[in-house]
């Protein structure tokens, strides 16, 4: 059985529309951006945190899959986006990303006990270079209003009502 190693109604979802069995247990880590850290290193390292964590609390032969995502302006140095504290932060976000290119990098990690019984991790990163369109303040305000963003890096979901204001998308 695949356990997926989030609470992310996301990753959920694309586990579901796959067909794909599997079970939630959150890692619940402290997900945080260590200084000098690249976008890239950082989500894969955070993703095989919480693999680890949750392969720590596991005594079955499962399978854990991790993730996680940052938005950020520049890969090399940028800070990145987060996700939103409160109402605010969201729509300063999402005016920052309007009518801007940014990337939206994702860190995968998979786990599973190897013939020693040992667990075994493999991660990897993709990053994916998203172009928003120039959304007004009004705009802003009634989508922060769904809520939608409250929980998202960057304060958008791609696959949610944002998409509208997404004419482009290069990569994964």
């Given at each position: ?60 032969d499962s ?36 009518g801007r ?5 994702t860190g ?65």
């Amino acid at each position: 059985m695949l356990i997926l190693a989030s609470a992310s109604p996301r990753r959920q979802e694309l586990l579901r529309n796959a067909g794909i069995p599997f079970s939630v247990q959150p890692a619940n880590i402290a997900e945080e951006h260590r200084a000098g850290e690249t976008p890239e290193t950082c989500v894969r390292r955070l993703a095989r945190e919480k693999a680890e964590a949750v392969a720590r609390r596991v005594e079955s032969d499962s399978v854990i899959l991790a993730a996680d995502t940052e938005v950020v302006l520049d890969l090399i140095s940028g800070t990145p986006l987060g996700k939103p504290r409160d109402h605010r932060d969201a729509v300063q976000m999402l005016r920052t990303l309007s009518g801007r290119s940014h990337f939206v990098v994702t860190g995968v990690c998979i786990a599973w006990k190897g013939k020693d019984g040992s667990w075994q991790f493999k991660d990897s990163a993709e990053t994916t270079l998203v172009e928003m369109q120039r959304i007004s303040d009004r705009e802003i305000e009634d989508y922060v209003a769904t809520g939608e963003p409250m929980d998202k890096a960057g304060a958008y979901a791609i696959q949610g009502i944002a998409s509208r204001w997404i004419p482009r998308i290069e990569g994964c």
